[in-house]
T-cell receptor, first 114, second 112 residues
């Protein structure tokens, strides 16, 4: 069974540009999550999808971040325009159910904003 | 404020030795506590998940304990192997939400 995949693995962009990260969850997982780790800090929650609906987006930093999950399959996270402080590693995770269900993480996308 | 603190920040042990990692949390309302292992350049991998009523849970050479009264957890690694070198992250889930609150992790290096 394929795990959670993320694309690209690395992205280097200049301040003010736009970047779109993609996450493909494990097939059949209704729950999809985005997390971010900035340099030297702990991983922090960004948002949670149940199928195509945003269940909780309380962790989104500001309106420069837009997450979508069309059709309840893969998800994209767009940053527009990117700022220096957006640099970090963006993780996606998925789970079948919720509460005590295991969240399976992807390898992450390392974003560097110059 | 919901927080998860881990100690030590880093640890070096010899192959074959045991070690214990600590986690204190102030997350409320508490739903469950998870330990994850993260290898360099990879995503976190779940080791254990414990609810309020569970005191201990094992996964091979990994044994996690939970004291919900003192809000403390530990992860014990037995007979360490070189492949145990990684960051170990304590994560707490908030009741009613699916967001996870992460600790900063303990970086473990197992030396031959």
């Amino acid at each position: 069974e394929a795990g959670v995949t993320q694309f690209p693995s690395h992205s280097v962009i200049e301040k003010g540009q736009t970047v779109t990260l993609r996450c493909d969850p494990i097939s059949g997982h209704d729950n999809l999550y985005w997390y971010r780790r900035v340099m030297g800090k702990e991983i922090k929650f960004l948002l949670h999808f149940v199928k195509e609906s945003k269940q909780d987006e309380s962790g989104m930093p500001n309106n420069r971040f837009l997450a979508e999950r069309t059709g309840g399959t893969y998800s994209t996270l767009k940053v527009q325009p990117a700022e220096l402080e957006d640099s970090g590693v963006y993780f996606c995770a998925s789970s079948q159910g919720w509460n005590t269900d295991t969240q399976y993480f992807g390898p992450g996308t390392r974003l560097t904003v110059l | 404020k919901n927080q998860v603190e881990q100690s030590p920040q880093s640890l070096i042990i010899l192959e074959g030795k045991n070690c214990t990692l600590q986690c204190n949390y102030t997350v409320s309302p508490f739903s469950n506590l998870r330990w994850y292992k993260q290898d360099t350049g990879r995503g976190p991998v779940s080791l254990t998940i414990m609810t309020f009523s569970e005191n201990t849970k094992s996964n091979g050479r990994y044994t996690a304990t939970l004291d919900a009264d003192t809000k403390q957890s530990s992860l014990h690694i037995t007979a360490s192997q070189l492949s145990d070198s990684a960051s170990y992250i304590c994560v707490v889930s908030i009741t009613g939400f699916q967001k996870l609150v992460f600790g900063t992790g303990t970086r473990l290096l197992v030396s031959p």
